[in-house]
C-alpha cells in the first residue's frame, strides 16, 4: 500500500517570502501521479499543482513549483513571493497511474501554513 | 473548468434519522466518484469509490450497510448515513474525476464538502 508523509504539521513564512513544504511517499509502482492540494477555511480543496511520475521535468504553476526526486520519493512544494491568500492545509497526495478510471488519492496529513503580514 | 456541486453544506440532525448527500459533476461526466471524510484538523480519508452503474468499492472499515452509496448517472453520486449517531459528525467530501479526455492525467475536483453534525 502506498503511504504519503507530511512531515511539517505546521510552517509559517513572511509575506512575499518563499516557503518549501515536504512530501515523501512510499511506493512500488513506477507509473504514478503526485499532487498539492490547498485547502483553505472553507474547506473546498483545490488543486495546486500536480506532477506525472515519468516526467523529469519539475511542474511549475505561477508560483508554485516542485521538486520531484522520484529516486528519494520526495516532493517537495515551494510557494514563491507568499500572500496572505495562500495560507491553508496543504495536502500532498498520492493517485496510482494503474487501474486507469478507478484511481483513488491518497493523502498526507498536511501542512498548516500561516503567512506573516 | 469542472465544477463539483455538493448538498448540503451543513446539516444538522437528531440521532437515528437518515441523512443523503448528494455530489453531482456540473460540466463534465464522471463514471467514477469518490467519497472521503474528514475529521478535524486531520486529512481526508477514502470511505468509498462510487461507481456508475455498478456497486460501490468500500475501504476497509467502512460499514457498506452504514454507508449507502448509489451512483446512478454519470453525474450524480449519494451518500446516504443510515440511523446516524453523533459519532457520524464529520465532514465528508466527494470528488469526480473527468470521463473524457486528458487520460490518467485528468486531476479529481472536489465538492466544497458536508459538514453533518448529529445531535
Known amino acids: 500500500a502506498q503511504t504519503v508523509t507530511q512531515s511539517q504539521p505546521e510552517m509559517s513564512v513572511q509575506e512575499a517570502e518563499t516557503v518549501t513544504l515536504s512530501c515523501t511517499y512510499d511506493?512500488?509502482?513506477?507509473?504514478?501521479?503526485l499532487f498539492w492540494y490547498k485547502q483553505p477555511p472553507s474547506r473546498q480543496m483545490i488543486l495546486v499543482i500536480r506532477?506525472?511520475?515519468?516526467?523529469?521535468q519539475n511542474a511549475t504553476e505561477n508560483r508554485f513549483s516542485v521538486n520531484f526526486q522520484k529516486a528519494a520519493k520526495s516532493f517537495s512544494l515551494k510557494i514563491s513571493d507568499s500572500q496572505l491568500g495562500d495560507a491553508a492545509m496543504y495536502f500532498c497526495?498520492?493517485?496510482?497511474?494503474?487501474?486507469?478510471?478507478?484511481?483513488?488519492?491518497?493523502f498526507g496529513t498536511g501542512t498548516r501554513l500561516t503567512i506573516i503580514p | 473548468g469542472a465544477v463539483v456541486s455538493q448538498h448540503p453544506s451543513w446539516v444538522i440532525c437528531k440521532s437515528g434519522t437518515s441523512v443523503k448527500i448528494e455530489c453531482r459533476s456540473l460540466?463534465?461526466?464522471?463514471?467514477?466518484m469518490f467519497w472521503y471524510r474528514q475529521f478535524p484538523k486531520q486529512s481526508l480519508m477514502l470511505m468509498a469509490t462510487?461507481?456508475?452503474?455498478?456497486?460501490?468499492?468500500?475501504e476497509q472499515g467502512v460499514e457498506k450497510d452504514k454507508f449507502l452509496i448509489n451512483h446512478a448517472s454519470l453525474t450524480l453520486s449519494t451518500l446516504t448515513v443510515t440511523s446516524a449517531h453523533p459519532e457520524d459528525s464529520s465532514f465528508y467530501i466527494c470528488?469526480?474525476?473527468?470521463?473524457?479526455?486528458?487520460?490518467?492525467?485528468?486531476?479529481?475536483?472536489f465538492g466544497d464538502g458536508t459538514r453533518l453534525s448529529i445531535l
Open positions: 470528488s469526480a474525476r473527468p470521463v473524457s479526455g486528458g487520460g490518467g492525467n485528468q486531476p479529481q475536483h
Open positions: 506532477q506525472e511520475a515519468y516526467k523529469q
Open positions: 462510487s461507481n456508475e452503474g455498478s456497486k460501490a468499492t468500500y
Open positions: 497526495a498520492y493517485r496510482s497511474g494503474r487501474n486507469f478510471g478507478n484511481e483513488k488519492l491518497t
Open positions: 460540466d463534465f461526466q464522471a463514471t467514477t
Open positions: 511506493t512500488s509502482e513506477s507509473d504514478y501521479y
